[in-house]
């Protein structure tokens, strides 16, 4: 292949390796980082550029990445994937998305490594221990049903513990609810997202909580989950209880699936598509929280 035509083929290897990372979802697990660090130290650092660019891209990539290669057989009977819901990489770039990782991984890890504590290093520890025990072969937490909800939602609040850990930030019941929050949010994010996988899931053999209870009963374990979510945000000191509406919009965009069939659990991705636009519209409420707290 020349070189003049392997360049327009290294450019979209490049995008589907970026696509493989979410960008529609960086900001779900850059944002509690950075929102914990400021929070801490109410100042700006090159460590809290540097860890929310990392929690921005290169986790992302990681996580998504790993994930995207080690489905490609299951994807492939997907149709969901292909786009901002899932990339469906090619299996000659399964290595370069796999390298693309841990190279950019590594330097911001190093990083956090040299500026923090024994405290943050085991959130560290565990925030990249899920990334890969999600989807690597061996581990494969994602089949594991239940704890695969358990590990996606480490995924999100970890972060946020690793922002707190660096600043040395006190552990205050406040806090603890908080994160006991985010985390019930994170499993009932997960669990509905697996109702619409149903199908394809048990075709491909692959476990998760939606195939071992079925969609009926995953909706309503993640309406219960956002509700306690919700209402343990009333329990924290002012203006955290505000948060506690946030809970509400997912709960609205789930309950028409109360009683939805093993058969029709595929449809109920038009929710899930509407709970990517929630995450924005909660995350600017989220922030607008953040500041009122910033100015109290």
């Known amino acids: 292949m020349s070189a003049v035509t392997g360049r327009p083929s290294l450019g979209r290897d490049i995008a589907q390796i970026v696509l493989s990372s979410r960008p529609i ?5 850059a944002f509690p ?12 650092d090159a460590t809290l550029v540097i860890g929310t660019l990392y929690f921005l891209i290169p986790y992302n990539l990681a996580m998504y990445g790993i994930n995207d290669v080690f489905d490609y057989a299951s994807d492939l009977a997907n149709p969901r994937k292909g786009g901002i819901e899932g990339a469906l990489l090619a299996p000659r770039i399964h290595r370069a ?28 520890a565990v925030s990249v221990f899920a990334v890969i025990a999600y989807s690597a072969p061996g581990l494969r937490f994602k089949e594991r049903p239940f704890l695969d909800s358990i590990t996606s939602s480490t995924h999100f609040v970890s972060p946020a513990i690793v922002g707190l850990a660096l600043t040395g930030a006190p552990v205050t019941t406040g806090t603890v609810v908080v994160l006991i929050a985010f985390f019930l949010w994170g499993m009932a994010a997960h669990a509905f997202g697996a109702v619409q996988d ?15 209870i079925g969609a009926r009963a995953t909706v309503r374990l993640s309406v219960v989950l956002w509700t306690v979510a ?40 038009r929710s899930w598509r509407r ?11 989220a922030t607008m929280i953040l500041i009122l707290a910033w100015v109290s």
């Not at 979802?25 to 697990?29: A, D, G, V």
Request: glycine share 6%; charged share 5%; net charge negative.
């Open 97 to 124: 998305t796999l390298w693309a990782a841990a190279l950019t991984n590594v330097p911001f890890l190093l990083y956090l490594v040299v500026v923090g504590n024994p405290a943050s290093w085991i959130w560290l």
């Open 230 to 269: 919700g209402a343990s945000m009333l329990l924290t000191p002012w203006p955290a209880p505000l948060a506690a509406v946030l809970a509400v919009p997912y709960i609205v965009n789930a309950l028409p699936w109360w009683n939805v069939t093993d058969e029709g659990s595929a449809a109920t991705n």
């Open 33 to 44: 980082f950075a929102a914990a660090y400021l929070l801490s130290t109410r100042e700006i």
């Open 275 to 285: 709970f990517i636009a929630l995450n924005y519209i909660a995350g600017f409420l």
């Open 25 to 29: 979802s960086w900001i779900n697990t």
């Open 198 to 212: 149903v199908g394809p899931d048990r075709e491909a053999g692959i476990g998760s909580i939606a195939t071992v």
